[in-house]
């Protein structure tokens, strides 16, 4: 079964750069969340996004951006990059913004050097 | 705001034997849903059960079961049968419905090892 794609898988990038991640949900999956989780830390919730239009947010900071295009993928970018964005960004996806039936993606672990 | 508490940052057991975890949280909401991920060395967050508050009886999934004591705010896991894939970092975690603003509070998680 399909299930949902992040990528890259793994990012490494130098401080002040600016870096993108994304996320392929589900088929007929129409509501993406974004979660960071640091070194050692439990995740974080980042964003949500449901039919393209951002639906919560949370911790997420100023330099993060984030989108849902049409074809319901969504892509998080990150500017001026910090060591501390060093982390596992999690998506996951589901149906009808029903998180009960949300499944995550296997992460894009990024480093900043 | 809620929060979700582990207490036990690390646990072991022995192959075959059961291990409990332990998960509360606080919140003051009636209605809410209880989640445990597992997360093993690959890091993929996978879903082990789930509980709906407003269900007295408690979930099992297999090998997987929780207590869930709502009056109390509790919420372990307990493994029967450990397997060594069963190795993992545990985590609970809380949602409260809120339609369309969904996200999860992580408690801080368990280290399990089992061991052959």
């Known amino acids: 079964a399909a299930g949902v794609i992040q990528s890259p898988r793994h990012l490494i990038k130098e401080k002040r750069e600016t870096a993108t991640l994304k996320c392929y949900p589900i088929?007929?999956?129409?509501?993406v969340y974004w979660y960071q989780q640091g070194p050692g830390q439990d995740p974080q919730f980042l964003i949500s996004f449901y039919e393209k239009m951002q639906s919560d947010k949370g911790s997420i900071p100023d330099r993060f951006s984030a989108q849902q295009f049409s074809d319901y993928h969504s892509e998080l970018n990150m500017s001026s990059l910090e060591l501390g964005d060093s982390a596992l960004y999690f998506c996951?996806?589901?149906?009808?913004?029903?998180?009960?039936?949300?499944?995550f993606g296997q992460g894009t672990r990024l480093t900043v050097v | 705001a809620q929060t979700v508490t582990q207490s036990q940052p690390e646990m072991s057991v022995q192959e075959a034997e059961t291990v409990t975890l332990s998960c509360t949280y606080d919140?003051?909401?009636?209605?809410?849903?209880l989640f445990w991920y597992k997360q093993p060395p690959s890091r993929q967050m996978i879903l082990v059960i789930r509980?709906?508050?407003?269900?007295?009886q408690n979930a099992t999934e297999n090998r997987f079961s929780v207590n869930f004591q709502k009056a109390a705010k509790s919420f372990s896991l307990k493994i029967s049968d450990s397997q060594l894939g069963d190795t993992a970092m545990y985590f609970c975690?809380?949602?409260?419905?809120?339609?369309?603003?969904?996200?999860?509070?992580f408690g801080k998680g368990t280290k399990l090892t089992v061991n052959p």
């Open positions: 088929p007929r999956h129409d509501t």
């Open positions: 919140t003051s909401e009636s209605n809410y849903y």
């Open positions: 975690a809380f949602m409260k419905p809120q339609g369309g603003s969904e996200k999860l509070v």
């Open positions: 509980q709906e508050a407003y269900k007295q």
């Open positions: 996951a996806t589901s149906k009808s913004r029903a998180f009960i039936s949300a499944f």
